[in-house]
Each structure stands twice: as C-alpha cells, then as structure tokens.
C-alpha cells in the first residue's frame, strides 16, 4: 500500500492521516514494526480515510480487517469503532 494514490479531496491533514496509517499497516505487514493493535488501529483509521473520500469497497475491507483482529484481540472498544464505521456506507449511502 505504500505509495498508492490517495486522491485528495479533504484537508491535508486528512491526507497525511491516510499515507501515515497505509504506510504503518504495510510495514506490520512485512517488517512487524506495529503491534497487533496498532494494526487494527491503522486499518480502522485507513478505513475511515477511504469512507470520506468514497472508496467504500475499500474502506469495507479495512474495516473488516480491523473489526476480525480487534475480536481475535478481546479488543471490545475496538469492535464498537469497527462495526459503527461499517454500517455507516449502509445507513448512509453515497
């Protein structure tokens, strides 16, 4: 994921968010820089990147991912943020 376009539609802040946590979740990946709860962390702030910018199938799949190791993990608050972030494309379409 590292070095993918992200196009640009919210504050740079926003932008920043996105690249730091693509380019956390692909060094766990393959360097296991990041705990397994940074990990959740970075796909669920990943997934809510690609929410506000419309990419809701990849957004869904980020959050997935976060919600799955967030339940292996016991991780109860993690589960809550994951499953709320997942519904909203649903309850909310574009």
């Known amino acids: ?20 946590c693509s380019a956390c979740v692909q060094s766990t990946r393959t360097e296991g820089h990041c705990s397994q709860v940074g990990l959740a962390e970075a796909l669920y702030k990943l997934g809510v990147c690609f929410l ?27 589960q809550a943020l994951a499953l709320a972030q997942v ?3 649903y309850a909310h379409p574009i």
């Open 52 to 78: 506000q910018i419309g990419y809701t199938a990849q957004a869904l799949d980020h959050l997935q991912q976060s919600l799955a190791l967030a339940q292996e993990l016991g991780d109860s608050l993690g």
């Open 1 to 20: 994921m590292v070095g993918m376009a992200i196009p640009h539609t919210g504050s740079a802040m926003h932008g920043l968010l996105c690249v730091r």
């Open 87 to 89: 519904k909203s494309p």
